[in-house]
């Protein structure tokens, strides 16, 4: 199994588990192996000593760092919200058969 399943099914039990005990929250995964394990750094340095005043976030597992953030959540969602990570769910089953079928040829 890919560590990065498994995370994601770590965290999916946590997160029942508590929203059976009537607690919701949001939890920042690593886009890369799934992680929770990221941190927020609120501005960086750059090269040259300026200060930038973008956000940057870091995995402390596989070493990811960017600027995207990546929520898990066990928060009731609404008829809306299901029908738009349906068609997200879609989209990238789409392209993952569309790279598969690349790969193939």
Known sequence: MDPSELNIKKLDKILNDLAEEGKYVEIRICPRCKSPNVTWTPFQLD?????SQVAKYECKNCGWVGKLEILMTNKPIGEKEEEILEDIHKMFEEDMLKEKKSKNK
Do not use: E, K, L, W
Request: net charge neutral; hydrophobic share 40%; proline share 0%.
């Open 47 to 51: 090269v040259i000593g300026h200060c």
